[in-house]
């Protein structure tokens, strides 16, 4: 059983900073592709950023504009998304996710990632 833990979500102020941490229990967790993702009420899941396996490759998305950097070490089954320069359009919940290695990596399409955590809620006020 493939269990991911998100932590490190909470209430911050415009142009705060959070960091979040998702711990992967797997094996050889240095051979899987890992993305985040978020969710805000009423709206779809949208993808955030991805890093590849060996961490050589990290991809975000447009309105990320510099602020999110997204990490991992993979000693400790850990992969990071380093949040600054938050706004309250940032609020959502927030989900760490592990694609398999099948030769190429969708990093954008949330279904073809394999398992999923259980998310962390970020709220920025104004």
């Known amino acids: 059983q493939v269990q991911l833990v998100e932590s490190g979500g909470g209430l911050v102020q415009t142009g705060g900073s959070l960091r979040l941490s998702c711990i992967v229990s797997?094996?050889?967790?240095?051979?899987?592709?890992m993305g985040w993702f978020r969710q805000a009420p009423g709206k779809e899941r949208e993808f955030v950023a991805a890093?590849?396996?060996?961490?050589?490759?990290?991809y975000y998305a447009d309105f990320v504009e510099g602020r999110f950097t997204i990490s991992r070490d993979n000693a400790k089954n850990t992969v990071y998304l380093h949040m600054n320069s938050l706004k309250p359009e940032d609020t959502a919940r927030y989900y760490c996710?592990?694609?398999?290695?099948?030769?190429?990596?969708?990093?954008?399409?949330?279904?073809?990632?394999?398992?999923w955590g259980q998310g962390t809620q970020v709220t920025v006020s104004s």
């Open positions: 996710s592990l694609q398999y290695n099948s030769g190429k990596f969708y990093y954008q399409d949330y279904q073809r990632y394999n398992y």
């Open positions: 797997r094996p050889s967790f240095s051979n899987y592709a």
């Open positions: 890093i590849s396996p060996s961490a050589a490759s990290t």
